[in-house]
């Protein structure tokens, strides 16, 4: 989710890379603001400044070490993946020879194997990060070509990396012999072209350049392009041109940091599909066993762990619920999920064979902060599962799994939602392969089905407008209730968060067995019902039970909408809506069951007039007890 921008104008004393570049940053710095930095080539070779922190930090120590204009230009905004918010972590990296300046979007899944390999050959790393790798292997792909940087050699070396590397990258790369020039290349993140008038200009989206230029080049996937101030080219890795598709970009600067989407939330929903797949990136070796290197807690100690208590707030507490249901049956451990405002005074019983997770996308909720502070004072160990490298939560624990989200400015999460139950999931697993709970190739199976659960999600994002219509319909109710059983529980207490905090809408969640145990008592004519149902195929009569609960409420006149999986016929007798989610394993469902409740949500809200990305009295971190 990084920002990244590049400039290739006219190698003359008022090349202007520098300005243009810093420009783009200051619009893309949403995207990810722990770091950033510049490369400029000059008639000496590559300048660089680079800093963590805001990107003010960067500028003024510009301002302390001006560098010259730059005829090519690369900046980058960091959204850390791997390795902490620091100046040598930050972007750009260069080469030992100082002949390339590289800066990265992304994750390389197989930068740990390349960095030994290089290591082996005497490599010198500088930064913790997967991004460095790739500028040694392009500046000793062009020493090894025997040609002094160029456009064509810089292009050149760029394809022969790219077939090396593994996972998702967007790279932005300057050669100091080779002024003018900048040389891209994408693989699943994004990139696109700005074409301007005597210069042209690259992007991470359409942000870095809108200012200067409508006209842009769509890039597919696996392409690097080469622009100079006159000149676009593109081609495939082999080396063959490419025809990159031109459009005019027709958003004004505030909709383009939305990626043209209405509201952060949207742009954010959208993400979702991409967020599990890359928090799920370079996890798993490929038999398919996990290898989670960011534990840091000796297998040892989880091997004698007896007890896991999840501990978070809001959202990142359903989170944990809905992962206690996985982890209890892979590991065949006790889970425990507490409100972390409630954990310490409940006096919980922590010994040093408890492993408390915190769940947190900002790293910063205070009352998450002050539990766990009390369970390492009670001697237990503490994982954090966090989207922002660097908070105050994984650095106050023992070890750190990161969600690999990308920013979330919506005060209602929703991808963090969902990459931290796939997080869990990888913990999980972890566990019970360390544990011998699950045989290796139980745990290939379930990574399997995990990496399949993306493109389910897209199937639902994509097929929102009977959501929408819903939402429209159901705009002025008072009140709705949402029910589910088993990992549809949390989900049901999630989907009723989101239409409170974004439509301002009593609504709550139930597990659907507990409605007549009391709740059911709040139905009637016309009360809108959610029921998330599980899979036909799952177990336990947990299909039948939940539309039984279904019948109980439709039969008082509740509207009943129903979250079902394509091809369960049954959910027809027992609802007036169904909302269709493809089949996925039992305990992946809320992945793909919680979606429509965002949308519901968010639609409802915008029908309502309101401020989806910053509802009243909230905000994105709770940072105060
Ligand atoms: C979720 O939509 C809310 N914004 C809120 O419940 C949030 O999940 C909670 O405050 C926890 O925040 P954190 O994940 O940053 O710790």
């Given amino acids: 989710m990084c920002g ?77 993946t791997h390795g902490g918010p620091t100046d040598a972590n930050a972007h750009p990296h260069v080469s030992p020879d100082g002949s390339v300046a590289l800066i990265h979007n992304g994750i390389i899944e197989n930068y740990a194997a390349l960095r030994a390999e290089l290591g082996e050959g005497g490599a ?72 301007g008038d005597g210069e042209n200009y690259l992007g991470s989206d359409v942000s870095a350049f809108i200012s200067r230029t409508k006209r842009a080049l769509e890039l597919g996937q696996d392409q690097v ?20 598709t031109p459009y005019t970009v027709d958003w004004d600067a505030d909709a383009a940091e939305k990626g043209g989407f209405p509201w952060f939330m949207a742009k954010e929903i959208h993400e979702q599909p991409r967020a599990v797949a890359d928090t799920l990136l370079g996890r798993s070796d490929a038999s398919g066993a996990m290898t989670l290197d960011e534990m840091h807690v000796d297998p040892s100690v989880l091997r004698a762990i007896d007890k896991i208590i999840v501990v978070a707030c809001g959202t990142a507490a359903f989170a944990g619920h809905v992962a206690k249901y996985a982890i209890e049956h892979w ?11 409630e954990f310490r005074y409940r006096d919980p019983v922590l010994t040093h064979r408890t492993l408390v997770v915190a769940i947190s996308q900002s790293g910063e909720t205070m009352d998450l902060v002050m539990a766990v502070r009390h369970a390492r004072e009670q001697g237990s160990k503490v994982l954090a599962i966090c989207n922002t490298r660097g908070s105050t939560i994984p650095r106050e624990s023992d070890a750190a799994l990161y969600t690999h989200a990308g920013p979330e400015i919506a005060v209602a999460s929703t991808k963090a939602f969902l990459s931290q139950v796939a997080a869990c999931y990888l913990l999980g ?38 959501v929408r ?17 088993h990992v549809g529980y949390p989900v049901a207490l999630e989907g009723a968060l989101k239409l409170k905090e974004l439509a301002y809408i009593h609504a709550e969640g139930f597990a659907a067995g507990e409605l007549k145990h009391g709740p059911i008592a709040l139905v009637e004519p016309g009360v809108p019902v959610f029921v998330i149902v599980p ?31 394509v091809g369960d016929d049954a959910v027809l007798d027992h609802a007036d809506v169904v909302i269709r989610v493809p089949a996925v394993p ?23 007039g309101y401020d989806v990305d910053q509802p009243r009295n909230l905000a994105k971190s709770v940072t105060v007890e």
Avoid at 225 to 241: P, S
Avoid at 331 to 341: K, Q
Avoid at 474 to 482: A, H
Wanted: aromatic fraction near 4%; charged fraction near 20%.
């Fill in 4 to 80: 990244i921008v590049g400039y290739a104008g006219p190698d003359r004393e008022s090349s202007r890379g520098l300005e243009v570049v810093l420009e783009g940053l200051a619009r893309l710095e949403y995207r990810g603001y722990d770091s950033a930095g510049v490369a400029v080539v000059t008639g000496g070779g590559i300048a660089t400044q680079k800093r963590a922190g805001r990107l003010s930090r960067l500028t003024s120590a510009l301002q302390e070490r001006p560098l010259p204009g730059g005829s090519a230009a690369v900046g980058h905004t960091r959204w850390a």
């Fill in 124 to 195: 010198v790393f500088l930064s913790e990060t997967d991004t460095e790798v790739v500028a040694h292997l392009l500046a000793a792909e062009i020493s090894t070509a025997g040609s002094r940087g160029g456009a064509q050699a810089l292009a050149a070396a760029m394809r022969a990396v790219c077939q090396r590397l593994e996972g998702s990258f967007t790279l932005l790369v300057v050669h100091a012999d080779a002024p003018g020039v900048v040389v891209g290349a994408r693989r699943n993140s994004p990139l696109v072209v700005g074409l």
């Fill in 225 to 244: 392009v080469t622009i100079t101030a006159d000149e676009v080219g593109v081609t495939d890795l082999d080396g063959a041109a490419v025809d990159a």
């Fill in 331 to 341: 590991c065949r451990v006790p889970v425990e999920v507490d409100l972390a405002h």
């Fill in 429 to 466: 697993l972890y566990l019970a392969q360390l544990r011998g709970n699950l045989f290796p190739d139980e745990v290939a199976t379930l990574v399997a089905q995990l990496r399949d659960v993306p493109d389910a999600v897209q199937t639902v994002v994509d097929a929102a407008d009977e």
């Fill in 469 to 485: 219509e819903l939402a429209r319909e159901l705009v002025d109710s008072p009140t709705v209730l949402f029910l589910g059983r």
């Fill in 535 to 565: 899979s036909p195929r799952g177990r336990d009569q947990l299909h039948a039970k939940v539309l039984s609960n279904a019948a109980e409420v439709r039969a008082r006149g509740a509207r009943t909408i129903a979250i079902a999986e």
């Fill in 586 to 608: 039992t305990l992946m469902a809320p992945l793909v069951t919680v979606v429509p409740l965002q949308i519901f949500a968010m639609e409802v809200a915008t029908a309502k």
